[in-house]
């Protein structure tokens, strides 16, 4: 079980920082997965930049979200959302939340995201909005309440994706790999909607959405173990740097071609 444990920590860390790296995260945001050995914790980072957290950042928390060790270092605020999630959802197993630009036009204006291509399945039929002033009034828009983190627990009811007015969206998953695959396809889908809508809107018409079949079919596809690990993979090497643009060579220098041009300029001046 110990290395199971390890096993997802580490994980857990190299999750935030693909999800940095791909534009999902910047310095905001978190990413939490549930105790492999216990369904009533779950492991959540320090509060820190995604792209900087290490396994040693990572913290076990109740599903109430207290620290199940007296912290020794600051705590994210809005935990209860991925607590209160884990009450309410025992399938689920990994929680993102986040506010990528990709996402924000949408919960902004509060037009749904719809998937516009098969990669974009993942996040299902069209996601719920969660408008925290419809229960809470004037907040300052973070989740730190635990019936904040209920009444949205209950917003996404069974769904994989919810978008959170005017400020974000929490996405969930089956698992580590799942999740990430599953946030970083509905950034991707979002800006394929927006750029869609802006085509279509000489012609009056809104982003058409994959019909409802192709959404389960496709879906399916992209939860795939084969599908996921290719794209962990991907991903993966991107934040070690083992992508083909980081390992192509540098362009050569300038000053290697100067003693050349130096000759040819000396020989020029003596046929002068």
């Known amino acids: 079980m110990a290395d199971k444990l390890t096993g997802i920590i580490d994980e857990l860390a190299l999750a935030n920082r693909i999800l940095a790296r ?11 997965a549930r105790h492999p050995g216990d369904p009533g914790r779950y492991l959540l980072s320090r509060s820190r930049s995604p792209a900087l957290i290490e396994p040693a950042d990572v913290l076990e928390f ?35 939340h986040h506010h990528a630009p990709a996402v ?28 925290q002033q419809d229960e809470f009034g004037d907040t300052n828009l973070l989740v730190v309440k635990p019936e904040e983190g209920r009444s949205l627990a209950r917003a996404l009811g069974d769904h994989a994706v919810v978008l959170m007015n ?29 750029r869609a809508l ?27 173990p084969n599908v996921v690990s290719r794209t962990w993979e991907y991903w993966s090497a991107r934040v ?10 540098a362009p050569a220098r300038r000053e290697r071609v100067k003693p050349a041009r130096r000759a ?3 020989k020029a001046r003596g046929r002068r």
């Not at 791909?22 to 978190?30: M, P, S």
């Not at 802006?198 to 795939?224: C, H, N, Q, T, V």
């Open 240 to 249: 070690e740097g083992g992508s083909s643009a980081a390992a192509a060579p």
């Open 198 to 224: 802006l085509l279509r809107a000489f012609m009056l018409g809104a982003a058409p959405s994959l019909p409802r079949g192709e959404i389960k079919l496709a879906g399916e596809i992209s939860a795939l």
């Open 166 to 194: 005017r400020h974000g969206a929490t996405v969930v998953g089956a698992g580590l790999k799942e999740l990430v695959s599953r946030a970083i396809f509905m950034c991707q889908n979002a800006e394929y909607q927006l």
């Open 264 to 266: 040819v300029r000396r």
């Open 22 to 32: 791909e534009g999902v995260l910047d310095a905001f945001g978190h990413v939490s």
């Open 104 to 131: 924000m036009p949408f919960v902004i204006a509060g037009k749904p995201i719809v998937p516009v291509f098969h990669l974009g399945a993942a996040i299902g039929e069209e996601p719920p909005f969660w408008d």
């Open 62 to 96: 109740t599903l109430d979200s207290e620290p199940v060790r007296p912290p020794t270092a600051q705590l994210y605020a809005e935990r209860v959302i991925h607590g209160c999630i884990y009450q309410a959802r025992p399938d689920v197993t990994a929680i993102c």
